[in-house]
């Protein structure tokens, strides 16, 4: 509440954390524009070349079936 937040980095593909969260979970037909982001953890990145979301009641990653 009221802290300042500095950017110290900011990546010329546009990929947000919103836009992350978007695609693994609710619309994998996202999946492919993270893979822009060099940053994403691998684990996201296999994900996203796999078209695999994550199903938000459960841990466990599921198959899209698109």
Avoid: C, K, N, Y
Avoid at 1 to 30: N, S
């Amino acid at each position: 509440a009221g802290d300042r937040v500095t950017i110290v980095q900011r990546p010329a593909h546009g990929v947000t954390i919103a836009q992350v969260f978007r695609a693994l979970t609710l619309e994998p037909e996202l999946l492919p524009s993270i893979l822009a982001a060099d940053e994403l953890d691998e684990e996201s990145r296999a994900m996203a070349r796999e078209r695999r979301t994550f199903t938000l009641d459960s841990p466990e990653p599921s198959t899209d079936p698109s």
